[in-house]
């Protein structure tokens, strides 16, 4: 299988969010430390006995000391390096170059009968509880050819006896370690995972951002190729198709919606069979078998149905597959997981992530209608508090303008300012009798988010005589909730520009980037004053509570906001 992210180290994830004290924060940097510190350890003690040379420890020529000087000094640099930059990066080359120092060190004393041949277990040991398995192993084979090369390099098959004894204990030995290691580092990866999926999401985001966010977590541990995942929709008539592809593809998440009869294949494993897919060319499980199934009415794993496995792979088109059934109260659903040599034990883990997740997911949805509920009753209330404490003033200004107009008469110098005031009492009225429909009946889309904008840069223009541009890229991802905030900061934003500075026009810009709503706003400066600095206090303290960052760049022809809130 392709370990996109799986060759990340374990000392990488973050342990924040722990009630227990974290460890240092500093941890991958003293693990180097720790590890360079013991390399330079050996090099002294290799230099120490031969020094002392007891024990065979004897060289063949004394030329052959500047090997082991020379691995003192590298090991030196190495330690110094680590000392002094913070998370210095050391990967599996380093315990490449070991085994190599190692090998000469062999050769120079004596090959076979040579007491440095424990020195490969050294780098043997400290990439497998890094690296994991895979790393260990390739350099257990490494370090017993070149072990092997440089015995035979010296003395030929004189003592191929003992050079067999070595090398076989070396493979076993090495082996235990890197299948330890492995296992060490397998399980550090899984726990971060299962801590990451227990807290996902903040709810005011929402259930369909917290789906996207497990399912990306699970790509990413995995390293496949896709993650699919089914399940009902709230009518449960139809079903929700969520798909989110590697990186590498570039290809945007996916949602589609399916009748039930078309997405029965899919279901057809049971509600409680984990499904492993080995594909029809390359089946690296048990006899042979293609497909693999475990279910809690019968406990271990035994032979599935290879054309229904067959037929599931070609409707995700992929090469191999593992599947799990979403553990929901009301409703049902599975989880897909492509890619190349998965295992029994990534598809018996890919349940329990669903089982840790979905809990938390379904109390979030649970969240989210209690919080819809009680936003659309408080949307009605203070929609029927606007008409009455807001519209009903404005109406009542509107008719006094009318009867001052009337008054006036048509020679009257003041009565086409009149006919103005007069038309913008009734646009202003008209708009807020519509805002306030919308706001009671809770539609903040993408497209009213937009409309809404554009309907309060015109007011601006025509109140102010500012000409203020919008361009929007991307945004139709907005939920309403952020939506409200958004339109909330970019007025504020531009009423801060009419009000406080001399600029004819301005800039503002929407768009999705990096998983976060980047909002820019700009606004120009006549070059005869420099700027002043400011922060808006509102602005800001908005921005915070919704977990954002706010940036106020001020130069010689401009000002500009950025700001950046993630969803």
């Known amino acids: 299988m392709s370990r996109w992210a799986r060759r990340v180290p374990p000392a990488s994830q973050s342990n924040a969010g722990r009630a227990a004290p974290a460890p240092p924060a500093a941890a991958p940097d003293a693990e180097a430390w720790m590890v360079f510190g013991m390399r330079q350890l050996l090099a002294l003690a290799a230099l120490l006995t031969l020094y002392v040379g007891v024990g065979g420890a004897v060289l063949e020529g004394p030329w052959w000391w500047f090997v082991f000087v020379l691995y003192a000094l590298h090991s030196f640099i190495l330690l110094c390096v680590a000392g002094l930059r913070a998370g210095f990066w050391h990967g599996p080359v380093v315990y490449w170059v070991d085994i190599g120092w190692y090998a000469l060190m062999v050769h120079a004393t004596g090959g076979s009968a040579s007491p440095f041949f424990s020195f490969f277990f050294f780098a043997i040991l400290a990439a497998s509880f890094r690296y994991g398995f895979d790393t260990g192993a390739r350099l257990t084979l490494g370090s017993a050819l070149l072990g092997a090369l440089a015995v035979l390099a010296g003395q030929g098959l004189a003592t191929l006896n003992v050079l067999l004894l070595r090398t076989t204990f070396m493979l076993a030995l090495g082996y235990m370690v ?65 798909t989110v592809h590697h990186p590498r593809t570039g290809r945007p998440i996916g949602r589609t919606h399916a009748d039930a009869a078309a997405v029965q294949p899919l279901l057809a494993p049971g509600p409680t069979t984990v499904l492993l897919y080995g594909g029809r060319t390359f089946a690296p499980l048990p006899g ?17 149905d290879p054309d229904l496995a067959d037929h599931i792979a070609d409707l995700l088109d992929a090469p191999g597959f593992i599947s799990a059934p979403l553990p929901l109260r009301k409703g049902a659903g599975r989880i897909f997981v492509t890619g190349e040599r998965l295992r029994r034990g990534d598809a018996t883990f890919l349940k329990h992530i669903v089982q840790q997740a979905f809990p938390v997911i379904e ?24 008409h009455d404490s807001t519209i009903q003033p404005y109406i009542g200004l509107r008719h006094a303008v009318a009867a001052i107009r009337s008054r006036a008469g048509d020679d009257n110098v003041v009565a086409p300012d009149l006919d103005h005031l007069l038309g913008m009492c009734a646009d202003t009225i008209a708009d807020m009798r519509q805002f306030a429909r919308r706001f009671r009946d809770g539609r903040q889309q993408e497209p009213e988010l937009l409309i809404a904008l554009r309907r309060q840069l015109n007011q601006v223009r025509t109140f102010y005589d500012v000409d203020v541009t919008l361009e929007a890229e991307r945004v139709q991802t907005i939920n309403d909730r952020m939506a409200a905030q958004v339109f909330q900061i970019v007025t504020e934003a531009v009423s801060n520009i009419c009000k406080h500075t001399s600029a004819k026009s301005a800039q503002v810009r929407l768009a999705i980037d990096a998983g976060q709503v980047a909002i820019d706003v700009a606004n120009p400066h ?40 993630p969803i």
């Open 178 to 242: 890197a299948f330890w290691g492995g296992l060490a580092v397998e399980q550090r990866r899984r726990l971060a995972l299962l801590r990451d999926v227990s807290r996902l999401s903040n709810p005011r985001f929402g259930v369909q951002h917290t789906l996207d966010s497990l399912m990306e977590k699970v790509l990413r541990y995995y390293g496949g190729s896709a993650c699919v995942l089914l399940m009902q929709d709230g009518g449960g008539e139809r079903w929700l198709l969520n």
């Open 288 to 304: 042979r078998l293609r497909a693999l199934q475990a279910s809690d009415e019968r406990p271990g794993w035994h032979a599935a």
């Open 363 to 386: 109390t979030i949805d649970l969240l989210d209608r209690l919080a819809s509920d009680a936003a659309f009753r408080e949307r009605r209330a203070i929609a029927r508090d606007l």
């Open 526 to 565: 006549d070059g005869r004053a420099p700027p002043v600095p400011f922060r808006p206090a509102s602005i800001a303290e908005r921005v915070q509570e919704l977990g954002g960052t706010l940036d106020v760049a001020t130069h010689a022809h401009e000002t500009r906001l950025r700001i950046r809130v």
